[in-house]
Every structure is written in C-alpha cells, then in structure tokens.
C-alpha cells in the first residue's frame, strides 16, 4: 500500500523550506490521514498533503488540475488545492498544499442535527451536480453503471455476518442493478462520500474533504451520502431538499450505499485483524449506515 519514502515532520519541513520558504516556520503536526495521502496541518489554515500510495500521486495532479475551478462553486469548504511542490532527491513524487477544512471526520463524530444536515448536504450536492465538460475525468469504479460492479459486491457481501441482513443487502443490490439507469448527462461527482470523506461541527456537516476519486457520471454514486452522513430517517428530508433524483435514481443510490458499507466493514475487518490498510472506526460506520439503507426500504 504504501510508497518507499518515510514521512515524518523533518522530511515535511525540509520539502518546504526548499519549496515553499516562506510557509516553513508555520506549525507542523500531523492528523487524521486519509487512504492515499499523509496529512500535515501547516498553520492554522493550510495542509499538507503527501501521496503515500502508488497511486496517490495522480489523484493529486486531478485535484489540482480540476478542484480550484469547483471550489467556488460550493457552498461548503473543500481542500482546495494553493501550492504545489515537485520532486525532489528525498521525495520523488509530486505533493501539494491545500486549505485546512476544519471539524471532525464524520466516521468518529457522526451527525446528530439530521434535518440540517440532510439540508446542507443537497445543498452541496445540488451544486457540485452541474454538467461536466467533455474532458472532465471517468472513473473506472465511480458513476459507472452498477452492474459492472456485481463482482466486487459478491466478494463483500460475506462480510456481513447475519443471513438476513446479507439477503436483504443482496435484494436492495438487485433492485438498483436492475434500475432504469441515468439517461441524463455526466455531472461531477465527489466519488468518494463516505464517513471519513466529511466533517462535522456542532452535529452537523461542514466542510467535504478528499477528492481523489472526483469524477463525472451517475449523481446516483453521491447520493448514497444520505445514509452513509445522514442519522436514520434524515435520507427523505435529503432527497426532498435536493429535489430530483427520481425513483430510479434512488434505487441505484441505495445500491452504492451498499457497496459502499461492504468496503467500510472491509477496512474495519482489516483493522480488527491487524492488517494493512485498517481503520478502527470504519467498521462501526459500515454496520451502522447498512442498517440505515436497509430500514429505508421500508419507509418513505
């Protein structure tokens, strides 16, 4: 997973003063780092973010080339990207520094405020959901058609332990494979909106960070952030503020959400087995966010 350069504070240090002199005497402290980048808070408005797997570094060169043009356009604070730095003899990939978006992951400090949450996420849906250009990047995994991820759900769903729970997973799945699929055109997408990908403050989201997998496609990929952010029973109140997603469309939403609890229990199982790759919280946030898509089914 990781890339053959150790991190730490004097390798980040000496990176900026040979890149960036005039940010090296801010305060440096790493945080809460995401899949594919190390993270260093530099200041008290600005980050530092390092690649540290294979393929971070390209998923930072599309940050940079594509987020800086989005970012006004959203009503919540994104890392939008300010500097770059360029390989060096120490640390030969390229790396960036982007704005500090404050709070708390959502997969440690969960929404308590659902209906001013469901609020500000279709709003900051409703937003990034603008077409995108023909050149605006694909992703091979995100706002795709679901039936081309059939293989992957198969090999999660064991990870859900109860037979019921796997069967009524495995019916939801179906039902959005088989959903009349988007006809509209490409429109951006986070990618990647899960628990750890947002922030709260004051039990409620403020700001969307991550946007490694940002790509154009199928809105349906994002909205399964009603359940995977929101608390149980907000996902309507969502839906009614973000204002036209069809049935079809929330059918296929419920199938990402899906997909995406099976890969949050997959890197909570890597955790509880000591294994690469890990995230204590993960697992709780997969659990609990299945259990929300599944009540929906049966709720308006």
């Not at 002199?21 to 980048?37: C, F, K, Q, T």
């Not at 408005?45 to 294979?54: D, K």
């Not at 939801?172 to 490409?186: D, F, I, L, S």
Request: hydrophobic share 45%; aromatic share 6%; proline share 10%.
């Amino acid at each position: 997973m990781s890339t053959d350069v150790e991190i730490d504070e004097a390798l980040v240090r000496s990176l900026l003063r040979e890149r960036h002199p005039d940010l090296a005497e801010l305060a440096l402290r790493p945080v809460a780092s995401g899949w594919d980048n190390q993270l260093w808070r530099l200041g008290d408005e600005l980050a530092v973010r390092l690649p540290r797997t294979p393929r971070a570094p390209a998923l930072l060169r599309k940050e940079w080339d594509w987020l800086p043009r989005l970012a006004p356009l959203l009503p919540l604070p994104v890392p939008t990207p300010v500097r770059r730095g360029g390989p060096t003899a120490r640390f030969p990939h390229n790396w960036t520094i982007v704005t500090w978006v404050p709070g708390e992951p959502c997969d440690g400090t969960p929404v308590t405020r659902g209906r001013d949450a469901a609020e500000t996420l279709a709003g900051f849906l409703r937003a990034l959901h603008r077409e995108a250009p023909a050149d605006a990047p694909a992703g091979a995994d995100r706002g795709v058609p679901l039936a081309l991820l059939t293989e992957g759900f198969e090999a999660g769903l064991p990870l859900v332990a109860s037979p019921g729970v796997a069967a009524e997973a495995r019916a939801v799945w179906e039902k959005a494979v088989t959903a009349p699929a988007w006809a509209g055109p490409r429109v951006w997408l986070h990618g990647d909106l899960h628990p750890a990908n947002a922030v709260t403050s004051d039990g409620t989201l403020s700001g969307v960070i991550d946007f490694g997998e940002l790509c154009a496609g199928d809105p349906a990929t994002d909205l399964a952030a009603a359940w995977l952010l929101l608390p149980e029973g907000a996902h309507s109140h969502f839906f009614e503020a973000y204002g036209h997603a069809d049935e079809a469309t929330i059918h296929r939403a419920r199938g990402w959400a899906v997909r995406s609890c099976l890969g949050l229990l997959g890197v909570g199982r890597a955790w509880d087995r000591g294994l690469p790759g890990g995230q204590p919280t993960w697992g709780h946030a997969g659990r609990t966010a299945l259990d929300r898509v599944l009540a929906s089914v049966h709720t308006p």
